[in-house]
């Protein structure tokens, strides 16, 4: 697609966008790492198991840490990928393009706050080990308000971002920025997300389809920061 075919496109600023798609592209090879780490490893934190939670993380801890450190690389990424999605789309809907990237951006702090309470857990996962039979029990209370706090934490967190994205997506087909099948199947993708986070509410071990619901929405976003990055503008679209 060239800028020249659509008005709207021509108030895109290019340089903007193609750093749109590198950090999307970013956020999500973050994700992907810290889901290799979680899924296999048993990583992912069931309150309803503390003793189980706190013994897997005991047996993995430098790999629990890495994969929360991956958690806010990618959670940093999506936070400027929401001020510069706003740069390069200001000039199409102004408002619109505020709306979704505060969504996004709001949803990227949630979660950075979120992580922060996971490596709370690390620490207290070490004490632990060691500690006697009442001291575990008192552990294992703490542990499991912090990680239901933290459960809602990235479920907000996650669907925030998800509903930005999907205001842009609107936008976006819309002005016929994107292709209209790959902003049907954005808006499909979109809702599949935010279902994906209701499973793990009514029981917790299903976690992991959470996860599987979760992964179309990320294909979608892969593709959609390839066509960011390899859009096409003339050089008026990087100028205001």
Known sequence: MTIKENTAMAKVEARNVKLSGILWL????SVICSLALVIPNNLALNPLDMAGTFSAINQHPQLHILELVFDEISNLLTLLLAGSLFLGFRRISPTSALMASLLIATGAIVLIIHDMDNFTITWIAESYKNSGVTDKLILEKIGYSMILSAKWGVTIGAN????????????????????????????????VAILASIPYWFDF????????????FMIWEIIIGIWFFRLNTPTGGDHD
């Open 160 to 191: 925030c971002i998800v509903l930005g994205v999907l205001l842009y997506v609107f936008l976006w087909a819309r002005k016929q920025v994107i292709p209209k099948i790959l902003g049907y199947v954005g808006v499909f993708c979109c809702l």
């Open 205 to 216: 071990s299903l976690e992991e389809l959470g996860y599987n619901l979760y992964f179309p």
């Open 26 to 29: 970013g956020s999500i090879v």
